[in-house]
C-alpha cells in the first residue's frame, strides 16, 4: 500500500543535550541524534530537532504521526529553586504547615546540618476562616470574600502562583474547589491549584508540599508547554504533543501544564521504560537499569515489570505521587576525586558539573573527577570527538591527578585507578543494601547500562557485585528518548479511606469513585488507545503502624468477597519484606488506588539486517595500551558501527560509539545479538589470561 511515510518522534531533553529517537512505523527502523539543549529556552532545543530531522534525513514535520517527549525543566526548576514566587492559602490556624514539615532532620547525627527552607516563603503565607472535620463535614463554612482578599494581597506582594491546602480537603474538597474556581475568574492572571486538583491523599504535609511544587513551576511549565505547541504549529505538525511522566506513562502536553508535577520525574522514568522495552524485546525481564549522570548513578529496578514506588525524594523534598522507582547511588562520571583530614582518597559527593566539568574538558577545571581517570587509564584514543564536537585533554587530566597523586605517594595512574576503586566501592556500599531492602538477589538480573556514562563503569560493579551479564543497548545514550516511545496512557488515582478496621462500604464506594474518575480522565485526554485497563489496589498496614504496604487487588473491579483475598495478599507481601508477618494482627486499609492503562500502539524494535557467522571476532580499529588494575595491558578499540550480530569477543576492549564508550575489562567477554545489544558475562577463570 503506497502512502506517505509516517513515523514516530521520542525525545529527551536534558541539561547539555537533546536526544531525538525516530521510528519508522512501517519497518521498525530506528533515527538517533543529539542537538545541544537552550536551557534559557527548551522549547527551542525541540524546534532545532524537528528542523535538523527535515534538512539533513529529508523528514517533514506533517510526516510524524506520534510525538512525546521528557523535560528536565520541571526538576531544574525545583531542584535550583528559580521556579515562580509562589503564595500558599491554608486553613486558619496552619499558616506553618511548611514549616514545621515532619520534624525529621535528614542527618540526626550531624550537629551543623542545615534546615531546608521550605518552597514558600512564611510571609506569604495566608489563614484562611475555614474548617472541615476529618470525615468531610463542615464545621467553619468557608469566608470566600477573605480568601479573595488573601489572594489579592499575595499578588501585590509580588506573587504569580498559588497553592490552596485546606484541611481534609482529600475527603471533601468543597472548600478548595470554591475558592479554586473564583480566583481563576477574578485573578485570571495568577497560576491556580488545589490539593484536591492535584493529589487528594491524607499527609496534610506531604500533600501541601506537592501542590505547593505543582505551583512552584506551573508558571514555567505552563508557557514552556505553550510555547512549544504553537511552535509545532508553526511548522506543520499535526501530531498531538504528549509528554513523559514520573510513573513511566504519558499524557496530553495540555493536560500536563495543569499538573506539571506529575512530569518531575520524567527523564529518569523514560530510561527506566526504555530499559523495560530493549529487556522485552531481547527475552529479558529481570533487570537492573544502571544510567551513570554526572553526579551519581540511577538505578532502576525491573523484575517481571516496572517497580514503582511511593516515598521518592526530589533534593529535599518527598513525592508521595506514584513514580517509576529509581534510587540514586555511588558517584558520577562528574564526582570529585579528593583527600580527607586524614590524606584518605573519597570521591564525592562533590561534582564539577557541566560547567567547568571535569579537568579533562578544557573549560577550566582543576579538580580530578572520575572522568579525568577514565582517561588517564586510556579509555580514549588519541583524537577522539566525542559528542558535541568535544575532545578530551589528557594533558589536563593528568594535571589534575597529580594534584592528589603526590600527598597520596602515587603516580597519576595509580592514582586514576584507586578513583576508579573507590568509586566502584562507593556503588557497592549502596547497590547491596538497596537490593536486600527489595528481598532481591542480584545474581538473578542483568546489568542494562545506558546513559553515556554508565557502559564506561558498569562491567566494573557487575564484576564486585555478581550479576548474571550486563546488557548495553544499541543506543545507550538515547535510550531515554526511545523508552518514551514505549510509554503507555498511564493516570493514577487515590482516595483516603476512614481509619479502623476495613469498612466494606467505605471501600466499595471508593472504588467506584476512582473508576467513575478514571473514565472521565480517560475521555478527556485527546490520545488513541488501542485498549483500556484499571488496575486496583490498596495501602495497607497493621493496627498501629506509620508505614504503608501497596497490595494490588489483581483486578478491575472491586467486590465485599474480594476482602479476605486481598488481606491475605497483604500479610504475604509484609513476610516477602520483612521476614515475618501477624495473620491475626488488626488491618487498616488507609488508601485505595487506581491506576488506568491507555495500551499505545508501539513498534517493534527493528532487528539488524546484517550479522555474520556466530562467534566470529570482530577487526579492532587499532589495540593500545591501557591501565587495568593497576596494570599496562593492550587493549582492542572496536567502532561500534562495525560490529554486528554474532561478533564474539573477549576484554580488555574499548568499543567507541557516537553516544558513549564501553569498557570491557579482561575478565569478562561479549557478543552482539540480533538487536545489536552488546552482551558481557564474565569468563570463567580458566579462560582469563
Not at 418 to 430: G, H, K, R, W, Y
Request: charged content about 20%.
Amino acid at each position: 500500500m503506497m502512502g506517505q511515510p509516517r513515523y514516530r518522534l521520542g525525545i529527551d531533553i536534558g541539561g547539555t543535550f537533546t536526544d531525538m529517537a525516530v521510528v519508522e512505523e512501517a519497518t521498525g527502523k530506528t533515527l538517533t541524534f543529539k542537538t545541544p539543549s537552550v536551557p534559557s529556552d527548551p522549547a527551542r532545543a525541540v524546534l532545532n530537532g524537528v528542523n535538523i530531522l527535515q534538512r539533513d534525513y529529508g523528514i517533514a514535520p506533517n510526516d510524524i504521526g506520534y510525538f512525546v517527549h521528557g523535560t528536565t525543566l520541571g526538576l531544574n526548576t525545583l531542584l535550583q529553586r528559580n521556579g515562580a514566587t509562589t503564595g500558599l492559602l491554608v486553613t486558619k490556624g496552619f499558616r506553618d504547615l511548611l514549616e514545621i514539615g515532619r520534624l525529621r532532620l535528614p542527618d540526626p547525627t550531624n550537629y551543623y546540618v542545615e534546615r531546608i527552607k521550605p518552597l514558600v516563603a512564611r510571609r506569604h503565607v495566608r489563614e484562611i476562616d475555614e474548617r472541615l472535620r476529618v470525615d468531610g463535614a463542615v464545621v467553619t463554612p468557608l469566608d470566600l470574600d477573605e480568601a479573595t482578599l488573601a489572594a489579592r494581597d499575595l499578588m501585590e506582594a509580588g506573587v504569580t502562583s498559588v497553592a490552596i491546602v485546606f484541611m481534609h480537603a482529600y475527603r471533601n474538597p468543597l472548600h478548595e474547589r470554591i475558592v479554586a474556581e473564583h480566583l481563576r475568574k477574578q485573578l485570571p492572571q495568577l497560576y491556580i491549584c488545589a490539593s484536591h486538583e492535584v493529589w487528594p491523599q491524607q499527609r496534610e504535609y506531604e500533600r501541601g508540599l506537592l501542590t505547593a511544587m505543582n505551583a512552584f513551576i506551573g508558571h514555567r511549565m505552563r508557557h514552556y508547554f505553550d510555547r512549544l505547541h504553537d511552535d509545532m504549529a508553526n511548522v506543520g505538525m499535526t501530531a498531538t504533543l504528549l509528554t513523559t511522566k514520573s510513573n513511566g506513562g504519558i499524557m496530553a502536553a495540555a493536560s500536563a501544564s495543569a499538573s506539571p508535577v506529575e512530569t518531575l520525574l520524567s527523564g529518569p522514568a523514560s530510561g527506566a521504560m526504555g530499559a523495560l522495552m530493549t529487556g522485552v524485546a531481547s527475552g529479558n525481564r529481570k533487570l537492573i537499569g544502571f544510567d551513570m549522570g554526572g553526579t551519581s548513578v540511577d538505578v532502576a529496578i525491573i523484575d517481571g515489570d516496572m517497580v514503582y514506588s511511593t516515598e521518592s525524594h526530589i533534593g529535599d523534598f518527598p513525592l508521595i505521587m506514584p513514580a517509576v522507582d529509581i534510587s540514586s547511588i555511588g558517584a558520577g562520571g562528574g564526582s570529585v576525586a579528593w583527600l580527607d583530614g586524614a590524606g584518605i582518597l573519597k570521591v564525592g559527593p562533590q561534582s564539577a558539573g557541566a560547567m567547568p566539568g571535569p579537568a579533562a574538558y578544557g573549560h577550566g577545571g582543576e579538580k580530578p573527577t572520575v572522568t579525568d581517570a577514565y582517561v588517564r587509564i586510556g579509555l580514549y584514543s588519541p583524537g577522539r570527538v566525542l559528542g558535541g564536537g568535544l575532545k578530551l585533554d589528557g594533558d589536563r587530566a593528568e594535571a589534575a591527578l597529580a594534584t592528589i597523586a603526590g600527598p597520596l605517594d602515587l603516580t597519576t595512574a595509580e592514582t586514576a585507578q584507586s578513583i576508579l576503586d573507590v568509586t566502584t566501592a562507593n556503588m557497592f556500599a549502596q547497590f547491596m543494601p538497596l537490593m536486600a531492602r527489595k528481598g532481591l538477589d542480584p545474581r538473578d538480573f542483568k546489568l542494562l547500562a545506558y546513559g553515556g556514562a554508565g557502559p564506561q563503569h558498569a562491567f566494573l560493579l557487575a564484576r564486585e557485585v555478581g550479576v548474571e551479564a550486563v546488557l548495553v543497548p544499541a543506543s545507550p545514550g538515547t535510550l531515554c528518548a526511545q523508552g518514551s516511545l514505549a510509554a503507555d496512557l498511564r493516570q493514577d488515582f487515590i482516595r483516603t479511606m476512614p481509619p479502623g478496621h476495613p469498612d466494606i462500604a467505605a471501600l466499595s464506594r471508593g472504588y467506584s469513585d476512582l473508576v467513575a474518575e478514571a473514565k472521565v480522565w480517560l475521555a478527556n485526554e485527546p490520545i488513541q488507545t488501542l485498549e483500556q485497563r484499571m488496575q486496583l489496589s490498596a495501602d495497607m498496614r497493621y493496627h498501629g503502624q506509620s508505614f504503608d504496604l501497596t497490595v494490588p487487588l489483581g483486578k478491575s473491579e472491586f467486590a465485599e468477597s474480594d476482602l479476605p483475598a486481598l488481606i491475605g495478599a497483604f500479610h504475604s507481601a509484609y513476610e516477602r519484606i520483612y521476614g515475618f508477618s501477624d495473620p491475626a494482627g488488626a488491618i487498616e486499609i488507609t488508601n485505595v488506588r487506581l491506576t488506568v492503562l491507555g495500551i499505545m500502539p508501539k513498534v517493534p524494535l527493528a532487528r539488524l539486517s546484517a550479522s555474520v557467522r556466530a562467534g566470529s571476532k570482530p577487526v579492532p580499529r587499532i589495540v593500545l595500551p591501557i591501565i587495568e588494575n593497576g596494570v599496562e595491558v593492550s587493549a582492542a578499540f572496536y567502532d561500534r558501527a562495525t560490529l554486528l550480530p554474532g561478533h564474539a569477543f573477549a576484554g580488555p576492549a574499548v568499543v567507541e560509539a557516537p553516544d558513549t564508550t564501553i569498557y570491557l575489562p579482561g575478565d569478562f567477554s561479549a557478543e552482539i545479538d540480533e538487536y545489536g545489544n552488546l552482551i558481557g558475562r564474565l569468563r570463567p577463570a580458566e579462560y582469563q589470561s
